[in-house]
């Protein structure tokens, strides 16, 4: 069987947070920057909450079927919302969006690549 990796982001948007909560994520705003950004086991948190409140956590995944995409969705969402609530953070609007690697198309470079390896 071949192995799929799944990358899932969700997004959603902090809730009610109290002054000492918006001061602690400010604080922490580095390690959560959008530039650095990665899609990661664990799943990787990023917002600038001085802009705006919302925040998105980016996961990796794999699986053999296709299904399996479903699975790792529900299984970030609820590591999404268990990193929030074990914080105290509220929030809303918790949405996902996956995508199979597999079924993603490729990229003139890597196109160009698999090109030359078969001739």
Do not use: C
Not at 50 to 72: M, V, Y
Not at 73 to 88: F, I, V, Y
Not at 95 to 111: N, T, Y
């Amino acid at each position: 069987m071949t192995t799929r990796t799944f990358r899932v982001t969700v997004r959603g948007v902090f809730d009610g947070l109290s002054a000492e909560q918006r001061a602690e994520l400010r604080s922490r705003a580095a390690d959560h920057d959008v530039l650095r950004a990665a899609f990661t086991p664990e799943g990787h948190l990023s917002y600038d909450i001085a802009a705006r409140p919302a925040f998105t956590f980016r996961f990796q995944d794999s699986g053999e079927d296709e299904e399996d995409i479903l699975e790792a969705t529900e299984r970030a969402e609820e590591a999404a919302r268990a990193w929030l609530t074990d914080r105290g953070y509220g929030y809303k609007n918790l949405r996902s969006s996956a995508e199979d690697l597999s079924q993603a198309p490729l990229s003139k470079r890597q196109r160009r690549a698999a090109a030359q390896q078969q001739g």
